[in-house]
Every structure is written in C-alpha cells, then in structure tokens.
C-alpha cells in the first residue's frame, strides 16, 4: 500500500532543467572563462561542498568555495523567484494524491530557499508536507538517504513511498536501494531513455494520465 510520494523537483515537478547550463553561463563570464559542455554533467552528482571545490579548483576562481555557491545561488535565485514555471500536468497529480491523502515530500539537490520562493510562487507550496535538500543532509542522490529520509518525514515506510525522478543516475540510486521509482520525462534525460526505461517501475512521458499511476501501484 502507498503512503507516500517522495518528489524529486527539478525536471519532475518543475520545468527548470534549461536553466542551469544559463546559469552557470552568466557564473563563468564574470570570470572570463570558458566552462566545459559538460560542466553541469560533472558536478550535478556532486554534493555542494564538492562542486564548489572543483569549480574554484578546476577553473582557477578566485573566490571560496562559500563565495561561489552564494554566487550561484544568487543568479538561480532570480529564475526561481521569475521565470521557472510548473511541468505540464503535474499540478493534476499533485491533486490526486492530496485528494486521496496521500502524503508528499520534495527531495531536491537544489537549495531550499529558491526551492520554496519557486513553490510558493507558483501555488504549491502547501501540498508537501516535508522539504529535504542534498545540502542540508551533506548527502548526494548517489545515495539513497534523502529518498528514505523523506519517507520517513511523511510516515511512510520503505515499501510504502514511490518517488518520482527525471536523472538516470538518480534513477539508479532508488533502483540499487530496492526504492520504487517513477521515472518523468524531461529532454534533458533524453539520451538516457532507454536505461530509464529498464530501471523504473514505470515511465511518464507526461503527466496526462493519472489512470497510467493507478494501474501500477496501490493507493
């Protein structure tokens, strides 16, 4: 029986995959350096402390690794608080869930404060009865401890949530812990489809349907 949903956030339940490269565009030019295509492929396994460090380290920045997550954070902040808006539909599954009293928790490697700005912004806020980022546990999503974490805030059991994610790697980590995962659709993952496919226990291409959820999962 499911108890809980545990959400990933970017790319699931926001359309802000296309920022991040934008973001660290603007970042970069401050500095007059040329990031790598591949930057955000790199350090969006990475904790923050690590991908801080590798940025000062790899780039040759002269700031901390303090300063230039403020930094980061401050242009991110501007998309969240202005441009970002929801994934087509998913304000429907977030209604049926809620409808049903099935429980939500966000589980996000983004910073909590524009993670907030952007929900409360756009409504939903108060649909999620609990908010964990990778920052604050000191844990990345190669690790399972947000997803178990944030079952556990919203009383669900190990073999009680289902979590929603869009990144293959992510993906990976519930598919290795035993976790049921929801795999989303977002072109950023797109070269990864295929892999996705094999390790979730269901596959979104939208969220049009929630009949597609109840046919495979117990509420």
Same mark, same amino acid.
């Given at each position: 029986?499911?108890?809980?949903?545990?959400?990933?956030?970017?790319?699931?339940?926001? %359309?802000?995959?296309?920022?991040?490269?934008?973001?660290?565009?603007?970042?970069?030019? #401050? =500095?007059?350096?040329?990031?790598?295509?591949?930057?955000? @492929?790199?350090?969006?396994?990475? $904790?923050?402390?690590?991908?801080?460090?590798?940025?000062? %380290?790899? =780039?040759?920045?002269?700031?901390?690794?303090?300063?230039?997550?403020?930094?980061?954070?401050?242009?991110?902040?501007?998309?969240?608080?202005?441009?970002? /808006?929801?994934?087509?539909?998913?304000? $429907?599954?977030? $209604? /049926?869930?809620?409808?049903? +009293?099935?429980?939500?928790?966000?589980?996000?490697?983004? @910073?909590?404060?524009?993670?907030?700005?952007?929900?409360?912004?756009?409504?939903?806020?108060?649909?999620?009865?609990?908010?964990?980022?990778?920052?604050?546990?000191?844990? !990345?999503?190669?690790?399972?401890?947000? =997803?178990?974490?944030? !079952?556990?805030?919203? +009383?669900?059991?190990?073999?009680?949530?289902?979590?929603? /994610?869009?990144?293959?790697?992510?993906?990976?980590?519930? #598919?290795?812990? +035993?976790?049921?995962?929801?795999?989303?659709?977002?072109?950023?993952?797109?070269? %990864?489809?295929?892999?996705?496919?094999?390790?979730?226990?269901?596959?979104?291409? $939208? =969220?049009?349907?929630?009949?597609?959820?109840?046919?495979?999962?117990?509420?």
């Amino acid at each position: 029986m499911i108890k809980g949903i545990v959400f990933d956030v970017d790319g699931v339940i926001l %359309d802000s995959m296309w920022i991040w490269r934008e973001v660290m565009r603007r970042f970069f030019s #401050h =500095y007059n350096v040329e990031a790598e295509v591949d930057i955000m @492929d790199k350090i969006v396994q990475m $904790n923050f402390d690590e991908s801080s460090n590798y940025i000062k %380290d790899h =780039y040759k920045i002269p700031r901390t690794p303090e300063e230039i997550l403020e930094e980061i954070f401050a242009i991110t902040r501007d998309f969240y608080d202005n441009e970002i /808006e929801l994934k087509p539909g998913v304000l $429907n599954y977030l $209604n /049926e869930f809620k409808k049903r +009293g099935i429980r939500m928790a966000a589980a996000t490697a983004s @910073d909590r404060s524009y993670i907030e700005a952007g929900f409360k912004r756009l409504g939903i806020y108060d649909f999620f009865d609990s908010i964990m980022t990778t920052r604050e546990l000191g844990v !990345a999503k190669t690790e399972p401890t947000i =997803y178990l974490k944030s !079952a556990e805030a919203i +009383g669900a059991g190990p073999d009680e949530f289902v979590v929603f /994610e869009d990144a293959l790697y992510a993906i990976d980590t519930c #598919h290795k812990a +035993g976790i049921k995962v929801v795999a989303v659709y977002d072109a950023k993952s797109e070269s %990864d489809e295929a892999e996705i496919r094999r390790k979730s226990d269901l596959y979104l291409e $939208n =969220y049009d349907s929630f009949d597609l959820f109840l046919s495979h999962f117990n509420l």
